[in-house]
């Protein structure tokens, strides 16, 4: 499908057109007169209908931009139709009315406290009213081309009533632009209050305003790329940075028993098939206890068979010629340790990169090369999984955790103190639902500042 998007944003705009420091200002400028006259007095109760309704519309296969998405993404985004469609049906799903408010009651306390002070039970008796509100202008800058965090961050910027502006690496806002577009068309009030450009990150000249025009910058990406953003930052600037992070799965023995083989194994795999592994919900690396049934050979193969098949319902796609070479240089390493121990095995697609599994009975946690890279790890307990992991303790965004009813509070309290923000089931690892306290933190409720009423 061919379509000439409209020219609503910068990043429409042709390439031959160079942005500049007053370009950027004025549109931010631009944003914040837009927020005052289309967005600030917006009720709660429209925004939610508006983006309940977009989110519709997205898992609607006759709308013309999911369309688009899914004709042009693999050479825009590297991911390929069928992995996409998946990432919007899930993610999509997640944002409908009901959840948004959910989140609104869970992070904020009452359905209106983003349009008047009001009073939940307590502050009824305490005699107080409270209002939250959120940042004039809120800068984002994306961590990669997976656009889950960017639309939900944007929807929750539009309730808190900021104008908005999303700085993108160059060539990566393919899916995001797409859905800015979709705001414009629903509502081109609230697309009047949104701006999305892209350009190569470190041009001080370009980023420098938006830093000094932003109220708050949301930001992803290596860790060391938030302390360097962070240095460039005014003081004032409210600053709320994702780092490196990475999960895993943790498998007992009880919790096997307990379990049908066949749906852990697909389990398994769809966190791994989302978005190709390269989402910090993805897990990298699957810690199983020995002893259990199945033993960590037979898992190992089983896991290998089931990405096989997946790859031909589901294929990987291309990828860069750099993150090809890093598969095979790890696929040659395991395979020299593969001939001269039997305690490292590796299976591997044949004639391509498309998928890796390695077992070893090294419980140190191993990075993935993500792509479709999975590392098995045989251990004996919790206590081996945690040794293993202290390399990554505070990183780890996930764990998805496979035990008996009668063990799982345990370990659960153990993984929590150890510094784990998230546990939950196999496959829902990478599809959080919409309350979700991304890295332990309140997603809407980091956004706004306080005023209290004292009656």
Wanted: overall charge negative; hydrophobic content about 40%.
């Amino acid at each position: 499908m061919e379509r000439e998007l409209p020219d609503f944003f910068l990043t429409d705009l042709p390439r031959e057109a160079a942005l500049t420091p007053a370009i950027i200002a004025d549109a931010c400028e631009t944003l914040r007169r837009n927020r005052l006259r289309y967005l600030r007095d917006r009720s709660t109760e429209s925004l939610v209908a508006t983006f309940g309704g977009l989110a519709e519309k997205w898992l609607d296969d006759r709308y013309p931009l999911r369309q688009l998405a899914l004709a042009q993404g693999e050479s825009r985004t590297q991911y390929p139709a069928a992995v996409i469609r998946r990432g919007l049906d899930e993610l999509f799903s997640s944002l409908t009315k009901d959840g948004l408010e959910r989140l609104i009651l869970q992070d904020l306390g009452h359905l209106r406290r983003l349009d008047d002070p009001v009073s939940d039970e307590l502050e009824r008796r305490a005699e107080r009213k409270s209002f939250a509100l959120g940042p004039e202008l809120i800068a984002h800058v994306p961590g990669g081309a997976i656009p889950n965090p960017t639309v939900t961050g944007l929807i929750l910027g539009f309730l808190v009533r900021s104008a908005q502006f999303v700085k993108c690496a160059e060539g990566a806002s393919f899916l995001i632009r797409l859905f800015a577009h979709s705001v414009y068309e629903t509502d081109p009030k609230l697309g009047a209050c949104l701006e999305l450009a892209d350009w190569r990150g470190g041009d001080r000249d370009l980023e420098t305003p938006l830093w000094q025009a932003a109220d708050c910058v949301v930001a992803m990406g290596s860790d060391e790329t938030m302390r360097e953003l962070e240095k460039q930052l005014p003081c004032q600037t409210r600053f709320l940075p994702y780092g490196h992070r990475v999960s895993f799965v943790y498998l007992t023995k009880a919790g096997l028993v307990e379990t049908s083989p066949r749906n852990l194994v697909a389990g398994i795999v769809d966190d791994v098939v989302r978005w190709n592994q390269s989402g910090c919900l993805s897990p990298q690396v699957i810690y199983v206890e020995n002893g259990t049934t199945p033993n960590p050979e037979q898992l190992t193969k089983w896991l290998a068979d089931e990405l096989a098949s997946r790859e031909a319902s589901e294929p990987r796609g291309k990828i860069s010629d750099r993150a090809a070479g890093r598969i095979a240089n790890s696929r040659r390493l395991y395979e020299i340790r593969a001939a001269s121990s039997t305690d490292t095995v590796v299976y591997a697609s044949r004639g391509s990169t498309a998928w890796t599994v390695v077992l070893d009975h090294e419980p140190r946690f191993q990075g993935s090369c993500v792509n479709r890279f999975l590392h098995v790890k045989a251990v004996e307990n919790l206590d081996e999984v945690l040794g293993g992991a202290e390399e990554v303790r505070g990183q780890v965004s996930c764990v998805g955790l496979v035990a008996a009813a009668t063990e799982a509070p345990a370990l659960v309290r153990r993984l929590a103190r150890w510094g784990v923000t998230r546990v939950c089931p196999v496959g829902r690892m990478q599809t959080p639902p919409i309350v979700w306290r991304h890295d332990g933190r309140p997603s809407l409720g980091d956004l706004v500042t306080w005023a209290d009423w004292e009656l």
